[in-house]
């Protein structure tokens, strides 16, 4: 009996996660979604469900150094999405710390006034992401100032590039 009810619970969660998905079930849906009893399932599919247009887009840090007067350094990665292989479907570690960094990177392009709004230099996701990039690689010993931006890329061949954040530049 007790089997009975375990498989009928593990059926619902299931169904409801398959509907949530498909976006049929509204605010319930949501309500659902935000206090994490329905995952949100993220597929190799290039078939977009109706949720946000860049919902399943990766996001990648990059950093660069100014070295004074005209000269820009190439900007290089600081962070990207690890590639996904079948074993992390169970167990992954590293997506813990990368994990936080990445929902840093983007709550920061999920706002459209981002990069014009002076409040966000001073925000928690801002600051932990320029330590991370100022900690994350040396620089050249003329290098003045450091910038970052978060990229986001579309598909698994040959990716669309886009820049959702980028950050002023910041002095050593």
């Known amino acids: 009996m007790l089997g009975a009810i375990a498989i009928a619970a593990v059926g619902a969660l299931l169904a409801a996660t398959v509907l949530r998905q498909a976006g049929r079930l509204g605010p319930r849906g949501r309500l659902l979604s935000a206090i994490a009893v329905l995952p949100q399932w993220k597929f190799f599919g290039e078939s977009r469900l109706r949720v946000r ?3 399943y887009d990766d996001l990648h840090l990059v950093a660069r150094d100014w070295v004074g007067g005209e000269v820009i350094e190439p900007w290089r990665p600081v962070l990207s999405p690890a590639d996904r ?8 570690p590293p997506r813990r710390a990368d994990g936080m960094l990445l929902s840093f990177a983007d709550d920061l392009a999920a706002r459209p006034d981002a990069a014009a709004n002076e409040r966000v230099t001073t ?12 900690d994350a690689s040396t620089r050249s ?6 910038q970052f931006a978060i990229i986001r890329t579309s598909g698994r061949g ?14 050593w």
Request: charged content about 25%; some cysteine; hydrophobic content about 50%.
């Open 53 to 55: 247009d860049d919902a």
């Open 85 to 92: 292989r079948w074993t992390h479907a169970v167990f992954n």
């Open 123 to 134: 925000s928690l996701a801002y600051l932990v992401l320029l330590r991370h990039c100022l």
């Open 141 to 146: 010993s003329d290098a003045k100032a450091r």
């Open 158 to 171: 040959e990716r669309v590039l886009s820049v959702a954040f980028l950050s002023r530049w910041h002095e």
